[in-house]
């Protein structure tokens, strides 16, 4: 969700006349931290960066430098004080004031802080600088109306906020017709999607309407809550050809009093029956999940009934994290904070778990063919293997080999974006490998367009939503004729 934030942010520069530094300029005009609050490390990595362009700025002071996302929402006016250095700070519900205080600030030679309470514009009707020809993200809400007792996000983020269907199906329309292959609608609980107009089974109905947009190949999503997850969901994932069999669903506990304590109105029996629905529906899913240790209070049997929970659920891949305490959150003031020795051993513990289980789902592909569509930036160790990088359907990340049987190196015809169908020879806990030559590639527009170095611009896509004053008067009607 951050990372489509900043698409929003480079749109909006680049609509007020920015341009993009180059790589190899370490003097920019402009330097925009996109921030997020989720774990602690993310305050420290901030203000370190801060300080590392204090110097810097010094040298130049024409330099601008901004702050937005959840920890400018959380710290405010506080980051000019830490930094005075910083010129502009924003929230998560302004984006579109950037460029605005950037010119307010120049020309008061003063920090400009303006953080709002509740949403300006919603995300999607400001202008768009995609990252990627061949995938986009496409938010269908913002906001978050649990109260995760570890979880900073609703209180920076506000209550959720539902996007119209039609609009979000423009906004996928217009993706595609820049020659986009995949979607992933971005929510914190897309489960949930439809509250706002009455309809819990909204998501599915989601679903379903983008199987029916043409040239749109894939479509995934991200984060369902397990306590909103509803069976017309699974049925709309298997029974759509384009929605693929991959599902993000946290579990963050598989412990019930632990779940209890986070306030995560599920139980770990509920989970595994959801899991238990989907691969009765697609054998062939791929499930990951979101794991945290050592929340307060959490024992020894607390925590081995997550490492239970993982051996049954057979997940694809986790993303583990060590209980990270939010001030302002209820977690923080609660007893029983484990020590952090305790905290690592057992996320060591847990990691090992998890690779085991990774890497045995991950060997069964073995000798399987898949598809891939092709990416850059996955492989950091393609240039050096000879290799090539792409997400199968299911979402594991697979490293192909780019010869033929007889030498012959295709890697000047195969684009990012290409689609390719290549057999799994080897099987490590976090990726595939193919070390065949690929079985077919498939030319594509999304290919077409990173070999022509163009990628997605997206003007803002208006919403279905009340504007606040009133109407604009209509243009007087001109006559078509006129009779003599």
């Keep these: 969700m951050n990372v489509h934030d900043s698409e929003r942010i480079s749109g909006l520069l680049e609509q007020a006349g920015y341009v993009r530094a180059v790589p190899t300029d370490d003097t920019p005009d402009i330097v925009v931290f996109n921030t997020c609050a989720v774990r602690e490390n993310a305050d420290n990595r901030l203000y370190g960066n801060l300080g590392r362009l204090r110097p810097v700025k010094d040298k130049h002071p024409g330099m ?206 509920r989970y595994l029956g959801i899991i238990e629905k989907v691969r009765a529906a697609m054998p062939d899913a791929a499930i990951t999940t979101d794991i945290i240790v050592g929340f307060p209070g959490e024992t020894e049997a607390d925590f081995q009934r997550t490492l239970d929970v993982v051996r049954e659920a057979r997940f694809s891949s986790a993303f583990t994290f060590q209980y990270s305490k939010r001030p302002g959150t209820p977690a923080a003031t609660m007893d029983d904070q484990l020590p952090k020795q305790v905290v690592q051993e057992r996320y060591e513990r847990l990691v090992a778990c998890v690779e085991e289980i990774t890497w045995a789902e991950n060997k069964r592909l073995v000798g399987e063919t898949v598809e891939v569509l092709v990416a850059v930036g996955e492989g950091r160790k393609d240039e050096r293997t000879g290799r090539m990088s792409g997400r199968a359907r299911d979402g594991r990340l697979v490293h192909f080999a780019t010869e033929t049987a007889d030498g012959e190196s295709l890697a000047g015809q195969i684009r990012p974006g290409d689609i390719v169908h290549t057999t799994i020879t080897y099987a490590a806990p976090h990726h595939l490998n193919a070390d065949g030559a690929p079985v077919a590639h498939r030319r594509t527009r999304a290919g077409d367009a990173a070999e022509a170095g163009r990628s997605p611009r997206t003007p803002g896509v208006l919403l279905g939503l009340p504007t606040i004053g009133a109407p604009p008067v209509a243009p007087a009607p001109v006559a078509g004729c006129a009779t003599h």
């Design 64 to 269: 601008q430098i901004a702050v937005g996302g959840c920890l400018a929402q959380k710290d405010r006016g506080e980051i000019v004080r830490k930094a005075p250095w910083v010129d502009v700070v924003f929230g998560t519900h302004n984006i579109g004031a950037l460029p605005v205080l950037l010119e307010r600030a120049r020309h008061n030679a003063a920090a400009e802080v303006e953080i709002l309470e509740s949403l300006d514009v919603f995300p999607s009707t400001l202008p768009t600088r995609r990252e990627s020809t061949y995938a986009g993200w496409v938010s269908i809400s913002v906001g978050c109306n649990n109260t995760c007792t570890f979880c900073i996000v609703p209180a920076l983020r506000g209550k959720e906020k539902d996007r119209r269907p039609g609009d979000i199906l423009s906004e996928v329309r217009a993706l595609v017709d820049e020659g986009v292959l995949e979607v992933t609608l971005l929510g914190q609980n897309v489960n949930s999607y439809g509250v706002e107009f009455g309809d819990r089974y909204a998501f599915g109905k989601l679903l379903r309407a983008c199987g029916d947009i043409d040239g749109l190949e894939r479509v995934r999503f991200t984060s369902p809550h397990p306590k909103d997850f509803t069976d017309d969901v699974i049925a709309a994932m298997a029974e759509t050809p384009n929605v693929c069999h991959s599902l993000h669903m946290p579990l963050q506990s598989g412990s019930d009093d632990v779940l209890r304590a986070m306030r995560r109105s599920y139980r770990s029996e």
